[in-house]
């Protein structure tokens, strides 16, 4: 796969594939994702050549490439970076407005065509919720939870160890709030009037359909830009290949089969069993630099918290981070500036809201950036998310280690003269060694404390070195307990 996608060099996507069941599909599949491209199952029916047709008519024609979405007054959205756009697609995007007393709500379309940018602008009203008929109440928050889920198992391909875990975490979880079949879950169909129960799953690698499709059935194949979906606001759809269910279709048309649905009468998680492990980590190590002192100093900080990194009063700037659990680094890390900007990281991807738009970036994207006034986001690597925001400048590393995926925070700019608060307020610190005593021992602001020479990974850095560096207690450095560097909320 690497040499395809060395060879490709993002100048085309790849397409890719695969004739019945007898395939590594999940290979194709992440090939074809690598590369910009989707990965299509041609199922061995009569209609396999209307099934290449389908899809040659599909991609024939893209009208648009590099298309964001930008919608003023929306959070919580779900994927609004799209590589291309063909001619008789659709792209959907579902969120949440913030503010539900605005009438209108507007949308901006950026892309290329033709090799010229173009922008794309649309104003329009919103609906009473109460024209809403009873029946369609939960539809947008289904179509919503649906999007996600598809791109979560669609993201989790690529990715490996915790983050890949992470994801699928998420994916299950909405799929059993909102019962949708998944490859991580099954659905128990009861037949009527016989109480026989079939558990309904994803069809393996290399084996056929149970029974091919009757005729007049629907099928529904996604893919990557494929947008033509089920119908969100049923009580069960499928990620991937679709369970084929019984219809309301008269009996003579399909003889044999019975005209009553058959009762969905449990969405259950399918059994996992794991082989990782993870070593057990009890606390994040900092280094803090010393005056005058070639010997670092370094302490620990327990797990897991919610911690104050970084705090400027003056200038309106914060960042906290949430510690992750029993492993190593922060799983989530937030920024507040000014009065309504608002960047959040975590392990999948970087979002930045400001009040009317909302930027998304994904780790291991091309290189970007995005810049307001005060403000400047680089992602660069596809590991580091350079943040600058007034006169602090906080670099945001995404490190992957022994099947690990974690944040840490590296501070490379910070006002002089000022005092800031948080974990990493302090840009250096100064202590002198005791002489004489039996064991190790340093003087930090007129105390004296215990310390131990100790290995510490500087995180701070993409090639992660092994350092030495002077152990002292959590308090003796940063002068308080760690309630005082906690919060109840990033």
Aim: proline letters at 6%; a negative charge; glycine letters at 6%.
């Amino acid at each position: 796969m690497a040499n395809v996608k060395k060879a490709i060099g993002l100048k085309f996507p790849l397409y890719c594939l695969g004739f019945g069941h007898d395939v590594n599909f999940d290979f194709l599949t992440k090939m074809s994702l690598e590369n910009g491209g989707v990965a299509r199952r041609i199922y061995e029916d009569s209609d396999a050549d209307l099934q290449l047709q389908g899809f040659y008519d599909e991609v024939a024609v893209p009208l648009l490439t590099d298309i964001q979405l930008k919608y003023t007054g929306g959070t919580n959205l779900t994927k609004t970076s799209f590589t291309l756009y063909f001619n008789g697609s659709e792209i959907v995007v579902s969120g949440q407005i913030t503010d539900n007393s605005v009438e209108s709500f507007s949308t901006e379309v950026i892309a290329v065509s033709k090799g010229n940018n173009v922008t794309y602008q649309d104003t329009v009203m919103i609906k009473d919720p109460s024209d809403v008929p009873p029946e369609n109440e939960d539809f947008m928050q289904r179509l919503w939870a649906y999007l996600t889920v598809k791109q979560l198992l669609e993201r989790q391909v690529l990715l490996k160890g915790q983050e890949k875990e992470d994801e699928e975490k998420e994916a299950l979880k909405l799929s059993l709030k909102y019962q949708f079949v998944t490859p991580l879950t099954s659905m128990v169909v009861t037949k009527p009037q016989e109480d026989e129960v079939e558990v309904a799953d994803k069809p393996k690698e290399g084996k056929e359909d149970p029974r091919p499709p009757a005729p007049g059935f629907s099928q529904y194949h996604f893919g990557q830009r494929q947008l033509s979906q089920p119908h969100p606001s049923r009580k069960s759809g499928r990620i991937g290949r679709p369970v084929l269910l019984s219809q309301n279709v008269p009996s003579a048309a399909h003889p044999g089969l019975s005209d009553e649905m058959p009762a969905i009468t449990q969405i259950s998680q399918k059994p996992v069993l794991s082989t990782m492990s993870v070593p057990i980590v009890r606390s994040n190590r900092f280094l803090l630099s010393a005056a005058g002192q070639s010997k670092p100093l370094c302490f620990d900080v327990p797990l897991p918290h919610k911690l104050k990194l970084l705090q400027d009063s003056a200038s309106e700037f914060s960042m906290n981070g949430k510690s992750k659990n029993r492993q190593k680094g922060f799983s989530q890390i937030a920024f507040h500036y000014k009065t309504n900007i608002r960047l959040t990281i975590n392990t999948r991807s970087v979002r930045y809201h400001d009040g009317q738009n909302d930027v998304e970036f994904l780790w291991g994207q091309e290189p970007t950036q995005h810049s307001t006034e005060g403000v400047s986001l680089i992602l660069r690597n596809g590991n580091e998310m350079d943040v600058t925001m007034g006169n602090i400048r906080v670099v945001i590393l995404l490190h992957k280690k022994n099947g690990d995926v974690f944040l840490w925070p590296a501070v490379r700019q910070q006002p002089k003269d000022v005092s800031l608060m948080g974990i990493l307020g302090k840009a250096e610190a100064s202590y002198e060694e005791i002489q004489g005593s039996q064991t190790p021992t340093l003087k930090i602001m007129d105390q004296e404390v215990k310390a131990s020479w100790e290995d510490v990974t500087d995180y701070t850095l993409p090639s992660t070195p092994v350092i030495r560096c002077w152990l002292v207690p959590f308090q003796a450095v940063m002068q308080g307990d760690i309630s005082d560097f906690t919060v109840t909320q990033l």
